[in-house]
DNA sequence: TGCCAGGCCGGGT
DNA sequence: ACCCGGCATGGC
């Protein structure tokens, strides 16, 4: 099992080249990003983002200090964005309060420990601390999400209802402990679901990982 | 035009 | 412990 998990990452890496995740310059833009793309396409987010830092409010501080409101306005293009303006707002407060906004020192903490603060939030789920932690902590935590549920469950790798920790169990526990890995697999995963195993079609004709593939 | 997108929460059973 | 409705915009 290690080596084929590792053998379809090598397949789709060959096949998608590097993606360089997570698109975003600093780790406060990440966490961020990862509150705004719950259940919602990345292009989307962008315009989010993007809205934010054109006010020049892409800052842990400002971000903290704006009204709700505003905040919801700016990032309406994201979806849900009275539900995401009240969760940034949650984040803010937990990051700013123990941390003054600095990433270093959220991220200098225990990594369980964090993931559980993390996971108190109202608005932050497993996929969601699990994102922060890995691509803008840059700590071990495989991120599990829809995608990566529908491949895997698709070709019997794990079962379709299994809970978010036992597939994150599924791959810590059959790939080395790598950051790199982590990042770069969860990216090609994602990229595999979104441009060839739809929900629809599986494509499986020209799906890059299809000969790896049990039936 | 309807379906889908890098979830999560709260209330009901 | 599950199951479900709500949350909302933009792209195809």
Redesign the pocket.
Known sequence: MKKILLTIYQSLYDYFGPLN???GNTPFEIMIG?IL????????VE?AIINLKTEKLLDPQKLYLIEEKKLAHLI??S?????KAKRLKNFLTFYMGNYKGSSEKMFSDDSERLRKNLLAI????????D?ILL?AGNKPFFVI???TKRIFSRHHFILE?D?YSQVQNFFSSNLPKNVELYNEFHAQI?MLG?RICT??HQNCSICPIGHLLAE
């Not at 793309?37 to 989307?44: A, D, E, G, R, V």
């Not at 109202?122 to 601390?129: K, L, P, R, V, Y």
Request: proline share 5%.
């Open positions: 995740w997570w698109p990862a793309t719950q259940n919602t396409s990345w292009t989307n315009k309406r293009p979806g849900y964005f009275n539900l109202n608005g932050i789920g497993q996929e969601t601390a994102s691509y999400d829809a995608y209802n809970s994602v979104k929900k629809k």
